[in-house]
Nanobody, 118 residues
Framework: QVRLQESGPGLVKPSQMLSLTCTVS??????????WNWVRQAPGKGLEWMGA???????YYSPPLERRISVSREMSKGQFSLRLTSVTPEDTAVYYCVGGSPEWGYDWGQGTQVTVSS
């Protein structure tokens, strides 16, 4: 069974870049048909899908974020990452990595709080 775990700073200053990493265990991020997502939930709001990277390296982004977001992977480390530039307090949220494959199953990370504040 695949397991996901987010890591990264919990506090980011406005206008700076938010960077998070998701470590995948129990499976491969290049497993056929696997896909790996970033999802967030701001205070008092619903879940928001942000972007994803597929097993073949293709990336997909939410249109409202596509000018600020980048999702990449480090295959040798079994990790995928989120970068979000020019953050504002509206980017304050719990960030989740979500993903898996038909072979290894699917999982959500436990989530990590990121606060944007000076």
């Amino acid at each position: 069974q695949v397991r996901l775990q987010e890591s990264g700073p919990g506090l980011v200053k406005p206008s700076q870049m938010l960077s998070l990493t998701c470590t995948v265990s129990g499976g491969s991020i290049t497993s056929t048909y696997s896909f790996w997502n970033w999802v967030r939930q701001a205070p008092g709001k619903g879940l928001e899908w942000m972007g994803a990277i597929y097993f073949n390296g293709s990336t997909y982004y939410s249109p409202p974020l596509e000018r600020r977001i980048s999702v990449s992977r480090e295959m040798s480390k079994g990790q995928f990452s989120l970068r979000l530039t020019s953050v504002t307090p509206e980017d304050t949220a719990v960030y989740y990595c979500v993903g898996g494959s038909p072979e290894w199953g699917y999982d959500w990370g436990q989530g990590t709080q990121v606060t944007v504040s000076s």
